[in-house]
């Protein structure tokens, strides 16, 4: 069965202090891995997509890398207002094109 | 550009009631749309998506219902509420074809 998980569930940072979220994946094949950010009652804001292993994409001061089997969200000198919840989702080839799995999602909290 | 509108933001309902949230986007045609529901410490849940006028394809059996009677529009309806119903959903949109889906605000129902 198509799964993600993403870890921790939480993480509270320092301002500055970098670190990095884990989203592991298990898929028949992978058609795509999307990371999204999420404010608290707000929808997903959409921020990478990354289709093969060893692609990298950076935005500010978010970098997102992807393995076979994981991807990782680094956050390099977080600030207060990077504080959200970090959804990761897959597309499957094999669950058509129209399904994406989302992980529960990690709530960073960055304190200044 | 591309926008989605996703209305109302907040419902409260009693429970019996009928319910419809409207969701519609601009700047592109023939998109792929999509119904999630999100529960608190939970992954995003399809609930429908479509690929055309008047195509819904159905993931969760339950008390909604879809609709998509324009090509940019796309309705979540229910004849009778039920206290489970309540949560928060999110509509959202891709492009034929394409990978990443790009989501609206949401709408936080309660169903009292």
């Known amino acids: 069965e198509d799964q993600v998980t993403q870890s921790p569930e939480a993480l509270r940072l320092q301002e500055g202090e970098s670190s990095s979220l884990n989203c592991s994946y298990t898929?028949?094949?992978?058609?795509?891995l999307f990371w999204y950010r999420q404010d608290p009652g707000k929808g997903p804001e959409f921020l990478f997509t990354?289709?093969?292993a060893g692609e990298e994409k950076e935005k500010e001061r978010l970098k997102a890398t992807l393995t076979k089997k994981e991807s990782f969200l680094h956050i390099t000198a977080p600030k207060p207002e990077d504080s959200a919840t970090y959804l990761c989702a897959v597309q499957a080839t094999t669950s058509g094109t129209y399904k994406y799995i989302f992980g529960t999602g990690t709530r960073l909290k960055v304190l200044a | 550009s591309q926008t989605i509108h996703q209305w109302p933001a907040t419902l409260v309902q009693p429970v019996g009631s009928p319910l419809s949230l409207e969701c519609t986007v601009e700047?592109?045609?023939?998109?792929?749309l999509y119904w999630y529901r999100q529960a608190a410490g939970r992954g995003l849940q399809l609930l429908f998506y479509s690929v055309g006028i008047g195509q819904i394809s159905s993931e969760v059996p339950q008390n909604l219902s879809a609709s998509r009677p324009q090509d940019r529009q796309f309705i979540l309806s229910s004849k009778k509420l039920l206290l489970s119903d309540s949560g928060f959903y999110l509509c959202?949109?891709?492009?034929?074809?394409?990978?990443?889906?790009?989501f609206g605000q949401g709408t936080r129902l309660t169903v009292v």
């Open positions: 898929v028949s094949g992978l058609r795509g």
């Open positions: 959202a949109w891709s492009r034929q074809g394409a990978t990443e889906a790009f």
């Open positions: 990354l289709y093969s």
């Open positions: 700047g592109t045609s023939n998109p792929n």
